[in-house]
């Protein structure tokens, strides 16, 4: 008996010690952990949040330079007849598609689907448009046409793209 007394007396110490030092390496490897993870979660900050606002700012900028007003005045004089014009206009719109294609890894399905759906809505215009004028009529006449199509909508094909990469963007970044 008194030999299990002294191991006793051993033992429950030691115990005590080895259970004091598990907890406090518990601790530190935890406070370690958290800290590596504040660490990548700054580093994913300092470099994908940028690039991410950036593809952002490119595709708003995508939608402005493809909306119908910004896309006429900046091509108006580029042509001479209708189907010039409308030649010009669908390049200029898949020229700016292709060279913003990309940026979609950095955005959600859903945006990117509306922005693939306004870019095709002002192809459609521009199409339906000069399906109304004769091809060899002046150039002026396509606008003409693709402005009274944009009042009889009353909406921009863009908006609704613009307004849901907006709030993706103040979803995501405010």
């Known amino acids: 008996m008194d030999l299990l007394s002294d191991f006793l007396k051993l033992i ?3 115990g ?5 030092m598990y907890l ?3 601790l530190l490897l935890e406070r370690e952990a958290d800290h590596n993870r504040y660490n990548v979660q700054a580093r ?3 470099t994908v949040v940028p690039i991410r606002l950036q593809a952002y700012e490119r595709m708003v900028l995508f939608l402005e330079r493809i909306s119908p007003n910004n896309l006429l005045l900046r091509l108006g004089g580029s042509s001479t007849t209708v189907l010039e014009f409308q030649q010009r206009l669908l390049q200029e ?5 292709n060279h913003n294609l990309s940026q979609q890894v950095y955005m959600s ?11 095709n809505e002002v192809m459609t ?3 339906q448009a000069s399906g109304d004028t004769r091809p060899d009529a002046p150039a ?3 606008s003409k046409r693709i402005f009274e199509r944009i009042i009889q909508r009353d909406k921009q094909p863009t908006s609704e793209a613009l307004h849901a990469l907006k709030a993706e963007i103040q979803a995501m970044f405010m």
């Open 24 to 26: 406090t390496v518990k």
């Open 93 to 97: 719109i898949r020229e700016e598609y």
């Open 44 to 46: 994913y900050t300092e």
């Open 16 to 20: 005590l010690v080895l259970y004091g």
């Open 125 to 127: 215009l521009v199409n």
């Open 12 to 14: 429950v110490p030691s």
């Open 109 to 119: 399905q859903a945006v990117w689907d509306q922005i693939q759906a306004a870019m």
């Open 140 to 142: 002026l006449e396509l």
